[in-house]
Structure formats: structure tokens, C-alpha cells
């Protein structure tokens, strides 16, 4: 459409450009590694604030 490759051919362009992933890297996308480890940093800390009210607002 208007002088450009369909969809599926520049997807197929760009990995070609990009080439094999290296071996022993698991986050080779770096704001994927970033978002990664600040919702996993997230998660423990709202588990650590929600066991602290359990044991400190224990109640009667």
C-alpha cells in the first residue's frame, strides 16, 4: 500500500538485520530487562509491606 513492502516483509527485513540471538543472554531487549526486574522489585516489596501489616495490625 502507497509504495511500501506488506507487513510481513519488513518484519522479515528486520530480523534478518538483527541475526541469531548470542547464546547466554536472556534479555537481549535492554527495556525489557529494565521493566523486568523494576516489576519483580515491585512485587517484593508489596509482599514484604502486606506480611509487615499482618504481623504488626495482627489485632486482639
Known sequence: ????????????????????????????HAPAKMLFFVSMGVVVVTHL???GLLFVDSGP
Open 1 to 28: 500500500m502507497f509504495g511500501r513492502p506488506p507487513i510481513e516483509e519488513r518484519i522479515a527485513a528486520r530480523q534478518r538485520e538483527r541475526g541469531p540471538l548470542k547464546a547466554g543472554r536472556v534479555f537481549p
Open 49 to 51: 509491606i502486606a506480611l
